[in-house]
């Protein structure tokens, strides 16, 4: 997930005047976007077309309501412009699923997980889809060094680092979205006992990475790199109800 000073810069002339006359309920109000996006992510990882479709078709909807009240807004010239780029990220998005290109879709994903996360900072500490785009960003960090076959991007130390940070970003997520059903999450509810088998099944292969790293040699944990991301997404499958969405639009 990419963070960057533009997208800091963007969303302060954005939300910043509108931000100081929220209230929780503003936050939760985004939840039903989130989880839409959530469900492109998963689907753009599947490479699961009809799913992507669907997913980003909710998340154009509810863009396109929020996006309608904030024009309605008496808003700054640089507001107003901060709320046009907003919405070339998502018809680029959009734009992107329509066209299969996966690779765009995630370089639009990153703007705009980026763009939330910024959003609820001040207010929403540690909120557990943050914590979800922190493990995948770790992760990713850990099967890439798990992949190189010369072990030239680290030191040793550094993969045990990696892997260490990520499970701490995975401990985290895990806690907060067993305890976070509703709009976000409401697999935690309607699909309890599959939500806490899928949660255990990568409690398991994160285990099994660990002892691999025990035995010093890297090569050894790049099938089990690629089984931690597998059931990590069946886990936010079942969160999230895919892949039907299923939330009031």
Not at 17 to 36: A, I, N, Q, S, Y
């Amino acid at each position: 997930m990419l963070r960057t000073t533009f997208t800091t810069i963007l969303f302060s002339l954005l939300f910043g005047g509108l931000c100081l006359r929220c209230t929780e309920d503003f936050f939760v109000d985004l939840e039903p976007l989130e989880r839409e996006l959530i469900g492109v992510w998963v689907a753009t990882e599947r490479q699961d077309s009809s799913s992507l479709a669907a997913f980003n078709g909710g998340a154009q909807l509810i863009w396109q309501r929020n996006y309608r009240k904030y024009a309605g807004m008496t808003l700054s010239q640089e507001e107003k412009v901060a709320l046009r780029l907003t919405e070339v990220w998502m018809n680029g998005l959009d734009a992107a699923v329509r066209q299969g290109n996966f690779r765009q879709i995630d370089l639009q994903l990153a703007q705009l997980h980026t763009t939330l996360r910024e959003l609820r900072e001040p207010y929403a500490d540690r909120h557990p889809a943050d914590l979800l785009y922190e493990f995948d960003d770790r992760w990713n960090w850990v099967e890439e060094i798990s992949h190189d076959q010369m072990m030239c991007l680290v030191e040793w130390s550094e993969f045990e680092d990696a892997f260490r940070f990520a499970l701490t970003s995975w401990e985290g997520f895990r806690s907060q979205a067993s305890r976070r059903g509703g709009v976000l999450f409401p697999g935690i509810g309607r699909a309890a006992p599959a939500a806490e088998r899928t949660a255990l099944a990568v409690d398991e292969e994160l285990e099994h990475f660990r002892e691999l790293l025990t035995r010093g040699d890297h090569t050894l944990t790049t099938a089990s790199s690629e089984a931690v991301r597998l059931r990590f997404l069946e886990y936010v499958a079942v969160l999230i109800d895919y892949p039907k969405p299923d939330i009031n639009l």
